[in-house]
């Protein structure tokens, strides 16, 4: 293997390096990564970049739309393409022990990102009040949570302002050096220094109000940002939503309960006239037959049954002759 301080360009046979959903290419001493190689394996879902010599992942890393877990630990990576939001299938992403101070804003695509892993790297403090520890696997959970959020609910602009101010940083530190090494040369040199100084120090400037504009508080956090009022505002529509469907619920059971009760009454009174006109039929049509039942009826229920069997068939009998008596009889 090539030597850390050897910039020549490291070739990996990706295909020897595929198994299964798998590609692992760690510890491969890359600079560069062979996208279109890992592209080609349309099967590949899981892509292990670990402990390599990457500073970026290149224009195209973001036509892997496949990836479901990355791992890019253990490099030297300064930024994330803009673009890096159209990994939409990503749900593990391991950044830890990089060179970042700032995510892009296309981070609001990923919405299926569960576990975020920014330890080790240099974020702005805004950046880490955000992501916050990542020491544990819980930690690291709410880190994909609270940057998805704000990435999908702040203003694009102070964003946008806080990614120029860095860049205008990187830019004029280079020039500043630049400027101490004429300043040396000579007094002329020494007062055209004074411009990249000045533009260093309002660069600088520019970054500190960025990271003090991005001051939103994580999403279980309490506040006035607008974050977290997009989350509060979609907690209550979640409550109103659950006290419809509640209601819906209990007006259902009502309705079956009613339903029930109906088509109970009816069975009743079905069965209730089925009985009084086989009474009728088998007491005074054939009374053989009420002999005969009456004989499997218990000996200590027979009595009464015979008793009120009695009764009914007199009360039914008056009751008939008297309907079929003529008004003039009566």
């Known amino acids: ?28 001493e890359l600079s560069e990564i062979p996208v279109r190689e890992i592209a080609s394996f349309k099967r590949v879902t899981v892509l292990d970049l670990s402990s390599n010599r990457l500073v970026n992942l290149g224009k195209n890393f973001s036509i892997l739309t496949r990836l479901v877990r990355l791992d890019l630990s253990k490099n030297q990576i300064r930024f994330l393409p803009e673009d890096f939001g159209q990994l939409e299938q990503l749900r593990h992403l391991d950044l830890y022990n990089n060179c970042l ?6 981070f609001g695509q990923l919405r299926r990102l569960r576990y975020l892993d920014l330890k ?25 949570k609270n940057t998805v959020s704000i990435c999908a609910n702040y203003k694009p602009e102070f964003i946008e302002r806080e990614r120029l101010a860095a860049q205008e940083t990187l830019q004029m530190a280079g020039a500043g050096d630049a400027g101490s090494v004429q300043s040396n040369g000579g007094g002329a040199g020494g007062k055209k220094a004074q411009k990249p100084n000045n533009k260093k120090a309002k660069a600088k400037k520019l970054a500190g109000t960025g990271d003090n504009e991005l001051t939103i508080k994580p999403v279980n956090a309490g506040g006035g940002s607008s974050a977290s009022g997009a989350v509060a505002g979609g907690k209550s529509n979640q409550k ?9 619920k209990s007006g259902s059971w009502l309705n079956l309960l009613s339903k029930a009760a109906f088509s109970s009454l009816m069975m009743f009174l079905i069965l209730f006239i089925v009985n009084v006109v086989l009474i009728y039929m088998i007491m005074f049509k054939n009374p053989d037959i009420a002999d005969k039942l009456v004989e499997y009826i218990p ?16 009360r039914v009998t008056d009751w008939i002759s008297e309907f079929r008596t003529p008004p003039e009889e009566h």
């Not at 293997?1 to 990706?14: I, L, Q, R, S, Y």
């Not at 101070?101 to 296309?106: A, D, M, N, Q, V």
């Not at 080790?120 to 994909?144: F, H, I």
């Open 240 to 248: 109103n939503n659950q006290k419809k469907r509640n209601s819906n």
């Open 101 to 106: 101070e700032h995510l892009p804003i296309s």
């Open 120 to 144: 080790g790297n240099p974020l702005t403090p805004a950046w880490e009040k955000v992501v916050g520890r990542c020491s544990t696997q819980k930690d690291c959970q709410q880190a994909a």
């Open 1 to 28: 293997m090539p030597k850390a301080g050897d910039k020549a360009k490291v070739k990996v046979n990706v295909k020897e390096r595929v198994v299964d959903e798998t590609c692992d290419l760690s510890l491969s």
């Open 299 to 314: 000996h200590q229920y027979r009595d009464w049954i015979l008793t009120k069997t009695e009764f009914f068939r007199l």
